[in-house]
Each structure stands twice: as C-alpha cells, then as structure tokens.
C-alpha cells in the first residue's frame, strides 16, 4: 500500500515532533500494510515553511534512520502547498517540490473555510504548466460542503482530488463522512491518503478507510484509489471518471 500524504517528517510543521515520533509514525504505518509513504511537509500556509530542496534533503536523512532501524518502509518527498498567487514562479524558481519529484503532481491545499476567488484560474494556469494540481482532503472543506458543484467544477476542469482516510471512517464528524462518501460515488475524487500527523488522534487509518470502501463500493473502487497512488509515485496519469454533480435539496430556501 502506498500512502501519498503524510506529516512524517521530523520538526518541520505540526507533524512529527522529532525523529522518535517518526520512527513510531514509521511502524504504525508498516502495520497497516503500507511499504511506501510520501512525506508531504506544509509549506506557506501561514505557519510552516518547507521549500523543495530542503525536503529532499530530509527525507534521505530519515530513510536512513528507519534503514538503520530495519523499518521495511521507504519515503518520498513531497509537500503540502498552500495556494498563493506567486505558486507557479516559485515552482520555476525551485521553491515547489512535485510529490515524489517526479515533475507532474502537486498538492493544492485550501483554507478550511472557503475557497479563494483565484482557485479556478490559478488550477487552469498550473495545468498549462504541465502539472497536475491535486486538491487536498475537499471534503474538510465548508465551502465546498456547501457548494459541491464549486468542486465539481474544478474537477471537470483537470483538478484531482485527495480525500483523507479518517474522514471516510467518521474520525471527522458524521457530516465529513458523508460528504466523503459522496465524493468517492460521483466519482469527484481521486486517491485516499492518511494525512497522518501522528500515532495518536491523527494517525492513519488507511486499512480502516479501504475496508469500509470495499465493503460499500467492492474491490473495484478499492484497487482503482490504490493504483492511481502507485500511478502518482511513476509520475504517470491517474484513471479518473466522468464526474457527477451532487445533488443539494433546499427546504425553505435551506440547504
């Protein structure tokens, strides 16, 4: 199994706090069957910053920390970018790190309450580019909860999305779940990754989300998500569908 986003990393953001907590992230995750983890550090959303090569240089000091640990598990280097207006010129400028290097896919976070009114053309301007924006954990998203065919619209456009594991076994709240779930059937989303940040209350829950999948959706569903995670660390093109709007009921002018 392959898990494409995680706060693995020791003391860059507010992932692992040092490298004991890493090695126990590390272990966790060989336990739940995954082999290969991206390490996806937060970078310009107001807090944390993590440019490209300073990742890469992390990422092969942990790998041979958990070599010397005997932990079968490899990572990648990736980031977590917060949407700013300057993105592309610092990806020119060496500053923005695809997930595993491999120059096509980058993560798009958004602020947790809205979408910013330069989303669509920054998205449009990035896949002129060459790249392919992936849209973190949308579902945890109040606008887009709100207004799903914002998202379906960016997705119609060429964006991809990512949901995160514990949102699809209920870790965020009945209604995160649900949306989660609809996502993952109007075919508006394109991988399923742990967004771990610890062993704790933030952990992965990558063997709990794939179960629950399989069991509503079948194995189908369940081998598409895991594929197109093995497709993105070869940096080649995800299978994706044909997206469906969600259908929002008003009552009384209310959603």
Do not use: C, W
């Amino acid at each position: 199994m392959i898990d494409i986003h995680s706060h693995i990393l020791p003391g860059v953001d507010d992932g692992a706090k040092h490298i004991t907590e890493s090695i126990a992230m590390a272990k966790l995750a060989v336990s739940e069957g995954i082999q290969t983890i991206i390490a996806t550090p937060h970078h310009k959303n107001g807090h944390f910053e993590n440019e490209k090569n300073d990742i890469i240089e992390k990422v092969a000091e942990l790998n041979e920390v958990l070599k010397a640990e005997a932990i079968d598990l490899e990572v990648l280097p990736g980031q977590e970018t917060r949407i700013y207006g300057d993105l592309l010129s610092d990806h020119q400028e060496a500053r923005i790190l695809t997930l595993n290097d491999a120059g096509r896919y980058v993560f798009i976070e958004l602020p947790s309450d809205h979408v910013p009114a330069y989303t669509e053309p920054l998205l449009y301007e990035i896949q002129m580019k060459g790249l392919v924006p992936i849209i973190v954990h949308p579902e945890r998203n109040l606008e887009f909860l709100e207004s799903p065919n914002h998202l379906y619209k960016l997705v119609k456009h060429g964006a991809l999305t990512q949901i995160t594991a514990k949102s699809i076994v209920g870790g965020f709240g009945k209604k995160t779940k649900k949306f989660a779930l609809q996502l993952i059937e109007k075919k508006l989303t394109h991988y399923v990754a742990s967004d771990a940040h610890n062993t704790k209350n933030r952990a992965f829950h990558m063997l709990a989300a794939f179960n629950e999948i399989e069991n509503k959706y079948g194995a189908d569903m369940k081998y598409l998500f895991m594929e197109n995670a093995e497709l993105l660390v070869q940096g080649k093109l995800a299978y994706k569908e044909m997206p469906e709007k969600i259908e929002t009921r008003k009552f009384l002018g209310i959603f």
